[in-house]
């Protein structure tokens, strides 16, 4: 009956670990998406172009990448309690210190902030599944994290043009960037009693074998969830950060009417992340290998976003934003199988930093095709050129994926490291 209890109450902690990694990764794509939906009012009081807006997205981007590898190595060397509260923290100051901004240069300051704690944040939570989460619990968890950026994407659009509209764009900023300091006050009373499941993670800190790059480098199983990071990553990117603007161009939406297809667009997406957590355990239940009940899903997926660029041809905002929402649905879902990949594979004491490395390469594509759309639109482009990225971005990285690891083998069997 005892064991039963202790059972029951470790459930428990992790049920909470999880709400609170959930509702970080909202807060954390409030915080960022706030300059992409006041791109009309900033625009218009800063006389920005196009390129200079691409310009702040890149700084962003650039800023993550630099500071991701560090990332990993930080979250790896001082654990997720800590790193996760500091990084939350100064997150948050960095997206309240939009509000006093004048210039672009010190805008520029603001994202870079912005961007290296934020970039905290995958490594972390993806890290804390691996922890302390069962296998079968690993990849719903990672569901709902993924479903989390949705909800706040889908919540911003309808809350910030409101308040900026009513009380000022200074004011969106400070708003969101204080909900940072309200989650912090709930993160350390609450996971101070997690327990690892692999015993490798509960050594101290620094009993742990330290990171070796060189042997990283050499892992098919890194290469496998870089390359694929590469791949997808700017798709989300591009998204997230030029779709007001592809509503107000195309559509001619102004500033109070941009929420609602953005609101559906996040909507399809936070389905497809909470969906695809669920997918992965029936697989398994079903009898599914690993390597299938990863794959199979994912190739479903890729598909799904093979229309995304009928949303330039689309007759309403509405149908452009339901292609959009696809895309976005399956984009989840291809992410979730991605992340749950790298924390089957990937060891426990070093998938932080597989993790951030990843995300190094996605932060690198995604300044790519923002620069790009700057330029695409300014010169007279349109919106093409990115959309059938886009389209052909989830097929490559499966094949990438289908050639670095053929057979998936879980990080503990046996020649799993060689993978």
């Not at 009417?257 to 239940?285: H, Q």
């Not at 932060?363 to 990115?386: K, V």
Request: hydrophobic residues 60%.
């Amino acid at each position: 009956m005892e064991t039963n209890d202790r059972a029951a109450a470790a459930r428990r902690i992790r049920r909470v670990l999880v709400a609170l990694i959930f509702f970080a990764a909202a807060l954390n794509y409030v915080d960022r998406q706030v300059l992409a939906l006041l791109k009309p009012i900033l625009q218009t009081e800063f006389s920005w172009d196009n390129q200079d807006f691409a310009h702040l997205g890149s700084v962003f981007q650039l800023a993550a990448a630099i500071a991701l590898p560090f990332v990993g190595w930080f979250v790896d060397r001082i654990g997720v309690r800590w790193g996760y509260m500091i990084a939350v923290g100064v997150w948050s100051l960095a997206g309240m210190a939009h509000a006093f901004a004048s210039s672009m240069q010190q805008f520029v300051a603001a994202r870079a902030v912005l961007a290296v704690a934020e970039s905290v944040h995958t490594p972390a939570a993806v890290k804390s599944m691996a922890t302390y989460l069962p296998l079968k619990e690993r990849s719903l968890g990672i569901g709902l994290m993924n479903t989390a950026p949705n909800v706040g994407a889908v919540l911003t659009p309808l809350l910030i043009p409101p308040i900026a509209l009513a009380f000022g764009w200074k004011s969106a900023f400070i708003v969101t960037g204080a909900l940072g300091f309200i989650w912090m006050l709930f993160w350390w009373p609450s996971v101070r009693r997690l327990k690892p499941v692999q015993s490798e993670s509960a050594q101290p800190a620094a009993l742990r074998v330290p990171v070796r790059w060189s042997s990283l480098f050499r892992q098919r199983t890194t290469w496998a969830f870089v390359g694929a990071k590469l791949l997808v990553d700017q798709v989300w990117w591009f998204i997230l950060f030029w779709t007001p603007d592809f509503f107000h161009r195309v559509f001619g939406m102004g500033q109070a009417d941009l929420g609602k297809p953005i609101a559906i667009v996040y909507s399809m997406a936070a389905i497809g992340a909470l969906s695809s957590g669920m997918i992965f355990p029936r697989l398994l239940d079903r009898g599914y290998a690993v390597d299938r009940a990863r794959k199979v899903p994912m190739l479903v997926y890729a598909l799904l976003i093979l229309p995304i660029p009928l949303a330039i041809t689309a007759g309403s905002p509405w149908t452009a934003a339901l292609i959009i929402g696809l895309a976005l649905f399956a984009h989840q879902g291809f992410m979730t199988n991605l992340f749950g990949l790298a924390a089957d594979v990937v060891p426990p004491s070093v998938v932080a930093t597989v993790i951030a490395l990843g995300a190094v390469a996605g932060n690198l594509s995604g300044t790519a095709i923002i620069e790009l759309a700057g330029w695409s639109l300014e010169n007279g482009h349109g919106y093409w050129p990115m959309f059938a990225i886009c389209a052909s971005a989830y097929l490559l990285a499966l094949a990438w994926i289908q050639l670095m690891l053929p057979r998936l083998r879980l990080a503990d069997e046996p020649g799993a490291a060689a993978a």
